[in-house]
């Protein structure tokens, strides 16, 4: 009930003074206003008071380190693979549960347990930072044990047809199924108890460091010279034939006019463009240091240099204009060697690997020594034989 009500029932009975309670209805609407505007003034300072508060604590956090995202789910593993490699203990890892995506479970089934996030993409990054087949080819994650590539080796048949005549049969392409079976790939360090119970020993790593050394170089050597039984099979050891008499299942090579030598530097031209042209756009040379050595002083008939390093750092030298991966696992130039391979590797060659990396630790087959078996599932194949160029160090 309003102010001027309240007055006019309580007067004596005469009519109400319509001026009076215009007065008096202004008077507490401004006064309501009034209270409005300082409750609103209040409020604006405190705002005005956060703001400033806010900008303070965002100036003084500029300097502080941004936490990484995975922290809450690597942390936990990272210290619970500490202590199983220090000291054995696997309580922490049984009773540890993952919640964000993970190279695999902490437990395994068999005893084995799985480098924690941290190590395995230490890993991962020195194997591809070698110089290795696996910069250059095709590198499928996969959880069978094998993999198959479909390769369509055969074009349809086209032919020329008028309007009214018949239309005769064509020939349909040929598909061939390329298995490229894992294997094992295995290394077993090993440390002293008392170099592990070190404090400040960093044990992932080292431990990261002497598996990712001895895995890179059994894959490299694999995946140029493995000869597929219990380990890859690499694309030298494929039957190699003239480049005039290629056939598919074989790798064509061109020679290069001279026993174990340049007769001139055409045999590199020669090379390139033995390569089927929609191979050209994405190849690449693979050679060791040495024949790389004798490679960078050949000239053209202008005395050009054919070899030219990057322009840019990291970047790699170009021989012909095509990038240059020195590995060191290719042959050396000598009679017969086909030290030289020039090829879209990416089409050419697949590498199939399985994402986890298990270890095993063992302190009791070398006390006082502590072994720590490390294993990883990997294969390798040429998977097209028409990506894949050689030149061999022949007459002929």
């Not at 087949?133 to 008028?162: C, F, H």
């Not at 017969?336 to 986890?356: L, N």
């Amino acid at each position: 009930m309003s102010t001027t009500e309240t007055k006019a029932r309580a007067g004596d009975g005469c009519a109400p003074d319509p001026v009076q309670e215009v007065k008096e209805a202004m008077a507490d609407f401004v006064s309501d206003l009034r209270a409005f505007k300082d409750d609103i003034q209040t409020k604006l300072q405190q705002q005005e008071e956060r703001k400033t508060m806010l900008q303070t604590k965002s100036r003084a956090s500029v300097a502080r380190p941004v936490l990484a995202t995975s922290a809450e789910i690597e942390v936990p593993h990272q210290k619970a693979f500490e202590a199983y490699v220090r000291s054995g203990d696997d309580d922490a890892l049984r009773g540890l549960v993952l919640e964000g995506k993970g190279l695999s479970t902490a437990v395994n089934s068999d005893g084995g347990y799985l480098v924690d996030p941290q190590t395995s993409e230490s890993i991962k990054g020195v194997l591809k930072s070698t110089a290795s087949i696996r910069q250059i080819a095709t590198v499928v994650n996969v959880e069978a044990t094998s993999y198959d590539v479909l390769i369509d080796k055969a074009d349809l048949a086209a032919g020329w047809a008028s309007e009214t005549g018949s239309v005769a049969e064509t020939g349909t392409g040929q598909i061939d199924r390329i298995s490229i079976p894992l294997h094992e790939l295995s290394a077993l360090p090993k440390a002293s108890q008392r170099l592990l119970d070190d404090a400040a020993f960093d044990i992932e790593g080292w431990l990261a460091g002497r598996i990712a050394d001895t895995f890179a170089r059994a894959e490299a050597a694999a995946f140029v010279k493995g000869d597929g039984s219990e380990k890859p099979r690499g694309f030298l050891t494929h039957p190699q034939v003239d480049e005039q008499s290629w056939s598919w299942g074989t790798l064509g090579y061109v020679a290069s006019g001279a026993d174990g030598a340049f007769a001139d530097a055409d045999a590199i031209v020669d090379l390139v463009y033995a390569l089927w042209a929609q191979y050209r756009a994405n190849a690449c040379f693979v050679m060791n240091s040495k024949t790389a050595g004798t490679v960078r002083r050949l000239k053209d008939n202008d005395g050009r240099f054919l070899w030219s390093d990057g322009l840019a750092a990291g970047e790699p030298a170009r021989l012909l204009g095509y990038p240059v991966l020195v590995a060191e696992d290719m042959p050396d130039i000598a009679s017969g060697a086909t030290a030289i391979a020039f090829g879209d590797f990416a089409a050419g060659y697949t590498v199939a690997e399985r994402p986890d990396l298990r270890i095993l630790r063992d302190p009791f087959s070398a006390k006082p020594h502590v072994l720590f078996y490390a294993t990883k599932r990997v294969g390798g194949d040429v998977s097209d034989f028409a990506a894949i160029k050689l030149l061999k160090f022949s007459a002929v």
